[in-house]
T-cell receptor, first 112, second 116 residues
Framework: GESVGLHLPTLSVQEGDNSIINCAYS??????FIWYKQESGKGPQFIID?????DKRQGQRVTVLLNKTVKHLSLQIAATQPGDSAVYFC???????????FGQGTRLTINP | ETGVTQTPRHLVMGMTNKKSLKCEQH?????MYWYKQSAKKPLELMFV???????ENNSVPSRFSPECPNSSHLFLHLHTLQPEDSALYLC???????????????FGPGTRLTVL
């Protein structure tokens, strides 16, 4: 069946360092992947997405890497800031569908 | 702000109460969603509505009853809930997909529900 999971439930990094959050998925039919950020008291907020025909996509301070061979997704955040503290979720979807399958989430804490 | 609002933000109810959660989107979308976020499980899709029609019910118990009177509003009616239904209930909206599209879902802030 479908499942999306995260390797680490918590991650602490020093302000200014880079962070990497990992995610594994098992549905080989998924062809669209999204990273969401959820701050306390708020709903999930879109960060970056990637389609299965790509293996890397860059945004502002964030990079998503997709390895379809091992069904692995990662989110890299460069030069972390206090405002990056949040729970990060990966999610997967099949093209044309509406069912987002979410991972467990990783709590990222930025230490001053 | 994402353009999706939810009320109330917090709700405490007894197991015999009837209450409703409300969601409104100001984005011109035509698809709306209910999700449940509990502490021990990943975010779970509950219902999907496209153009006011329910297109997905993810095996949700009948004590949760959704209603979508128009493309901008979505309700979740609650009746005889259990303590394990305590969770954050999130609403989202998007453009309705076609076979060639991926449509970003925009989430509201959620309603924190506690069932006593």
């Amino acid at each position: 069946g479908e499942s999306v999971g995260l390797h680490l439930p918590t991650l602490s990094v020093q302000e200014g360092d880079n962070s990497i959050i990992n995610c594994a998925y098992s549905n080989s039919a998924s062809d669209y992947f999204i990273w969401y950020k959820q701050e306390s008291g708020k709903g999930p907020q879109f960060i970056i997405d990637i389609r299965s025909n790509m293996d890397k996509r860059q945004g502002q301070r964030v990079t998503v890497l997709l390895n379809k061979t091992v069904k692995h997704l990662s989110l890299q955040i460069a030069a972390t800031q206090p405002g990056d503290s949040a729970v990060y979720f990966c999610a997967e979807m099949v093209q044309g569908a509406q069912k987002l399958v979410f991972g467990q989430g990783t709590r990222l804490t930025i230490n001053p | 702000e994402t353009g999706v609002t939810q009320t109330p933000r917090h709700l405490v109810m007894g197991m015999t109460n009837k209450k409703s959660l409300k969601c409104e989107q100001h984005l011109g979308h035509n698809a709306m969603y209910w999700y449940k976020q509990s502490a021990k499980k990943p975010l779970e899709l509950m219902f999907v509505y496209n153009f006011k029609e329910q297109t997905e019910n993810n095996s949700v118990p009948s004590r949760f009853s959704p209603e979508c009177p128009n493309s901008s509003h979505l309700f979740l009616h609650l009746h005889t809930l259990q303590p394990e239904d305590s969770a954050l209930y999130l609403c989202a909206s998007s453009q309705a997909p076609d076979l060639s599209s991926y449509n970003e879902q925009f989430f509201g802030p959620g309603t924190r529900l506690t069932v006593l």
